[in-house]
């Protein structure tokens, strides 16, 4: 019966006309919209609307000499945003433009490399991919798997889960993914250090917000490129996290003297707040579920457990609450209970 | 509980009751979630027996759906008084019956993980002592959550090792009840999945007391989700301390289970509130 739309392996064909529909219906509803206001002019509205390709809207914002940073918004991904919601950096150096994360598409990678070339006049040379959501890789087609590097984790990870990822974007963000496909990284990142141009890039190979999250420090600047690993005034994702592994991975970040530190959702800061938010969290979510599962609490009842106050200015705080209960729970259940069957 | 003569008068005033409130009031209930379903649900599972949308039958659905194979479902219905049966089930799913309850000495509160198809209502229809159904659910909407996540692809070869190997845990609450979370290593097959695995599914939970009292019985199907996890709450007998769970899947399998009340009080109710 339930094969699920997310891990279902899509036919091309049955794709393109699920999308159809959805754009359809999708036009319609603006079509209507439109009908209330223009009256009867608003066939004209209908044609402009089925015309216009779907774009981006992307600012960079400078946050270093010869450093730029595109601002994710502080959303789940939708038809509305087309999963614009993660932060990307752009270096610019001599041998070329550096990307730090492609963004949620093939139509956003096209995108940012254009952008990247305005700002620095040189085509990407090399285009990092800190971890394996969707969110962070699915620009990656325009760069090609030679410019692409990755840890192995990462690659491993994305080689094994990329076509679901990319089925579960499909059905989140609609038609803003058309054409999208997964791209391995061509380029292994090792932990170390590597020289591109004349920017020093320390690569630190870590886990915890996944199995492999890579973060970037660029000694030139300062700027610690943290990934996944941190997140600032929007609630961390726990849906591949193992939680100890990430507060040790918080740890190592905070030992580096950066100047300012790119979170992978939330605005760039030049203190560390990002990591002591993110460690706060997982501090928290780890207690509260541990707290409720060992009271007894079913999932839909310690989704409703209270939140502190110093939460309700981050954003999407509730929601990922939830979800990391459903992330959670099964673990604890399969582990912390006693066997009671008579096999036993 | 009511004598049974007291109990066929009280039907026979409510039943009086709701005729003339019929009459006054021909029209059928309205389906509040408006489901192109809901006729053919009404016809399967109650047939022309007298129901009604009943917002004291609460169900509760995450409001994101990380996992289609696994979305917690609690249906609690304590705040109806004679609740003979509740059936859970969900329109737009291949196969709709979920999960049917008998809360012989148990509390019309049930939790447990569904497995959905597409979005789809999620109800659960109460029937009372009076012959009535009644009716609560919620939409659920089935789009996942941003920055990842679809099911991870499971390895099932190894089923036949863990099938039947059950963890729980009981907790006594304030109110009396006891509260039993449990999760049965079981595949749940439906048989529609397109690599042909055979329907195997566990039909039948019974939740007896030392005694042999059967307190709660759950009849399960294709839809609930695979290793099932059940939160439930039961009336134990005074003094007794283990609460027993017999299973049995349509491969004809049996499964048995006790589970130690004595070990810890709840602290459910707990103050949980220091911010
Ligand atoms: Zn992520």
Known sequence: MLPTVLSRRPLASEFDSVQKRDVDWADRRAFLKTAGVAGGLALLPMFALEAAPLRYTLKPIEIAPGAWMLLGVDEAITRENGGAIANITILDTREGAVVIDTGPSRRY??????????????PVVRAFV?????????????????????????????????????????????????????????????????????RRLRTLVLGGHTDSDLAIFDERSGLLIAGDLAFLDRAPTTPH????????????LDEISFASLVPGHGPMEKAPRALRQTSDWLKLIEERIRGAFDRGLDM???????????????????????????????????????RVDQAN | MIGRSNLLTLATLVLGFFLSAAVVQAAEPVDPLNSPMWEEMRGQFFGLARYKFDSRVKVSVPSVVENQAQVPITVDARQLQDVRKIVVFADLNPVQHALTLTPHEAAPYVSFRLKVEQATPVRAAVLTGDGVWHVGGEFLEAAGGGCSSPAMARNKSDWSLTVGNTRGRAWRQPDGMSRVRMTIKHPMDTGLTRDNIPAFYIEQLRVRSTGGKVLATIEMREPVSEDPTLTMMVRMPLGEKLIGVDGRDIGGNLFSSKIDMTWRESSLNAPNRAE
């Open chain 1, 109 to 122: 990678g096209v995108q940012l490399a254009e952008v990247a070339r305005e700002l620095t006049g040189k």
């Open chain 1, 130 to 198: 800190t971890h394996f959501h969707p969110d962070h890789v699915f620009g990656c087609q325009p760069f090609g798997a030679r410019a692409l590097a990755a840890p192995q984790g990462v690659i491993d990870g994305l080689n094994q889960s990329g076509d679901d990822f990319a089925s579960a974007m499909y059905y989140l963000a609609g038609d803003w993914m058309r054409g999208t496909e997964v791209v391995l990284p061509g380029r292994v990142v090792e932990a170390g250090y590597e020289d591109i141009g004349e």
């Open chain 1, 241 to 252: 996290a193992d939680l100890s592994v990430w507060q040790k991975s918080l740890k190592t």
């Open chain 1, 300 to 338: 839909s009842e310690a989704m409703g457990e209270p939140l502190p106050s110093w939460t309700d200015k981050i954003a999407l705080a509730r929601y990922e609450f939830e979800r990391s209960v459903m992330h959670l729970y099964p673990n604890l259940e399969a582990n912390l209970w006693p």
